[in-house]
């Protein structure tokens, strides 16, 4: 599935900035689920929402604050979707 270009610009940013022993790992596991939330919303493309959707869904708590912190660094919006959503 083809990405909106912004979108896919910051994932990359994002993905060089987390540490190299997890970068393949959270690059394959969040390209998949960004995937899977853009075919449920049925879009032509991966965008914002589906990667910070990905991002919120399948990171382990550890490292909850270090994904919020460069969530930010790399320009990503999380709050205008609603997350961190609130148990």
């Known amino acids: ?8 610009d910051k994932f990359k940013l994002m993905i060089s900035k ?5 970068r393949r790992i959270t690059e394959q596991a969040v390209t998949k689920k960004a995937t899977e939330f853009a075919g449920l919303r ?17 990171v382990p708590s550890p490292f909850y604050s270090m994904m919020v912190r460069l969530l ?5 919006d999380y709050k205008k979707y609603g997350f961190p959503k609130q148990g």
Do not use: C, L
Request: no cysteine.
């Open 18 to 22: 987390i540490p190299v022993f997890h």
């Open 72 to 76: 930010e660094q790399t320009g990503f």
């Open 42 to 58: 049925n879009a032509g493309r991966v965008e914002e929402e589906d990667v910070i959707s990905a991002f919120f869904t399948d």
């Open 1 to 8: 599935m083809d990405w909106e270009k912004k979108t896919e």
